[in-house]
Every structure is written in C-alpha cells, then in structure tokens.
C-alpha cells in the first residue's frame, strides 16, 4: 500500500514538473522516497484508528502542491496531473499481474509466497486507481472532471472540495462507495489477472 501510494505521489509530482510547475520538485515531492509522502493523519493515524475500530479504512498521502498559473495550459494540464496518479497504479497493476503470468498464475498462487504478494499488488493498485477516479473533489477524479467542465461548473465543483471527505465518508458507510468501486475493480482484476 505505501509503495502504490507513493508511486501515485511520485506520478502527480512529475507530471507536474515536466509540465511547467516546479512547485513539487523544490519540496523534494518527485521522489520515491515514501517519507516525503506520508501525512500523519491520513496515511498514519486514521488507517490504524479503522484497523483497530473495525471502521472502513479511508487514508490518503501528502497531497502533491500545483501551482497552476505555472502550468502551460492550466486546466488541461492541471487535469493531466490529477489523472497521472491514478495512471500510475493502473500501471503498477499491471506489472504485478505480468510477473503474476510469468510465476505461472492462479496454479502457482498459494497462501503465502511471491504469487499471493502480486494478486494483492493488482488488488491494491485497481481499487487505489478506481477509488481516486470518483468523481469528488478532492479524489483525482474530481479533479478531472473539472478539467473537462465548462470553467463556471468547474468552479462550482471546486467549491465542494472541503466537502469531498464527508461525502465519501457518507458513501462508505452506506455502503454506496462499495457498490460504486467494486463492479469496476473486480472487472478489472479479472481482466489481469485470469
């Protein structure tokens, strides 16, 4: 999971840089190293305050900062940075369920062992990738709608944004959230993996 977040990170931190923004690379942000991505609160205390309450685990990294008036094309590229994150555990998914095949697939998946560890890196990375494609602010998909929004629904999605972490919270204990990310996340595993 910290690995998959940090390549996320990582992704929206050099998208940004080979666009225009330096913002990310001056803090150090297009690193791999994942203690420049962890956020106390969202990467540390809630996961392990839901480990231990039994809640539903909802985390998050360091947001990556953008400074958009450094951007070429602001809004495009703004849109190209939010969805690089996601494109990044796509990839990451991918690679996993490659090395998956190569170690000789469902036959060679066992409890333990290097197989088991990739289906559970696929796993990761689809749900990562499909949970940060809704469409709320803050997710990255919020971020890409409005990127393809005319400017004035743009702006008024954007003002949801403080909003975004109650109403995914809301989703997730209705059992909403799971109805939305799981049909694609399966489908997706199924098409890597089998």
Do not use: C
Request: aromatic share 8%.
């Amino acid at each position: 999971m910290l690995a998959s977040l940090t390549v996320h990170e990582w992704a929206h931190a050099w998208t940004a840089d080979r666009l225009g923004d330096s913002t990310a690379r001056m803090l150090g942000r297009v690193s791999f190293n994942p203690i420049v991505h962890i956020d106390l609160l969202g990467t540390v205390v809630l996961p392990l305050l839901a480990i231990f309450s039994g809640l539903p685990i909802l985390g998050w990294a360091k947001p990556v900062p953008v400074n958009t008036s450094r951007l070429g094309h602001p809004k495009r590229d703004f849109m190209i940075v939010a969805a690089a994150g996601p494109t990044s555990n796509i990839v990451m998914a991918i690679a996993a369920a490659l090395a998956f095949r190569v170690l000789g697939g469902v036959e060679a998946t066992g409890e333990f062992g290097a197989a088991r560890l990739l289906v559970m890196a696929v796993q990761i990375n689809v749900l990562l990738a499909v949970f940060n494609m809704l469409p709320i602010p803050p997710l990255d998909g919020g971020n890409v709608l409005a990127g393809l929004l005319p400017d004035r629904m743009a702006g008024l999605l954007y003002s949801l944004r403080s909003y975004g972490f109650i109403v995914l919270y809301a989703l997730m204990l209705t059992g909403i959230l799971s109805r939305l990310i799981m049909p694609p996340t399966l489908f997706l595993m199924r098409l890597l993996l089998l």
